[in-house]
């Protein structure tokens, strides 16, 4: 176990640090954008090292450059995909409120950032899978920190009676973050329906479920 977390550090650190060094900032800023859309519009098997390479205008060597492989530019857009909606949904979870609303921050924030970063949101929760090794291992526990988040508010809220006690607790943020990810898929943000409007309503679902005897 120790072993595995020293290379999920390792592997943190050196994604930190960015691409291989000598890479231009923008250049792989442009690099990860492109990617973003591929693998989005794709899926990340079906796109190769030369499809980025030509979406920014470089040739298939010269993309090694800035980057050190096409599984390296995956981890980093989930990790740093996940990572927005831990920043986001972090602080409105700490404020004190009931838990309903407390939830149903949580869930707008979540919304928000989808709505923001629609692409990377759809690779980072449906395409990381395809991450091996200590990349999984760094992309699982973030993974875990986020929906953690919502388990702490279903569980402060089962405790104070703001929510009726679930017979599965897990399977109440489950249910939750799922509805949170397909909303991220058919959102439109220039749709009739503001963030607001769709926070509130899957709040007040989730909260009929949460409440209901």
Avoid at 92 to 108: C, E, K, S, Y
Avoid at 140 to 163: H, K, M, N, P, T
Avoid at 195 to 202: G, K, P, R, S, T
């Amino acid at each position: 176990m120790a072993t595995r977390e020293r290379a999920g550090a390792d592997v943190a650190r050196a994604a930190r640090r960015g691409p291989a060094q000598g890479s231009d900032a923008v250049s792989v800023d442009v690099i990860k954008q492109q990617a973003t859309r591929l693998f989005a519009e794709r899926t990340y098997p079906a796109v190769g090292i030369r499809d980025i390479a030509e979406a920014v205008g470089l040739l298939p060597g010269s993309l090694y450059v800035h980057i050190r492989s096409k599984d390296e530019l995956l981890f980093l857009i989930v990790r740093d995909g996940i990572q927005r909606f831990l920043d986001a949904i972090e602080p409105v979870t700490h404020v004190a409120a009931p838990a309903g609303v407390r939830l149903q921050n949580a869930m707008r924030a979540y919304l928000a950032v989808a709505a923001e970063h629609q692409l990377q949101t759809r690779v980072a929760f449906h395409q990381w899978t395809y991450l091996q090794g200590d990349q999984r291992a760094v992309v699982v526990e973030l993974r875990q920190s986020y929906e953690q988040l919502f388990a702490d508010i279903v569980a402060e809220g089962a405790d104070s009676g703001d929510f009726r006690r679930p017979r599965s607790k897990r399977l109440a943020v489950l249910t939750i973050v799922g509805a949170l990810v397909a909303a991220g898929d058919w959102f439109d943000p220039g749709g009739s329906m503001s963030v607001d409007d769709v926070a509130a309503d899957l709040a007040d679902t989730a909260l009929r479920g949460l409440c209901d005897g």
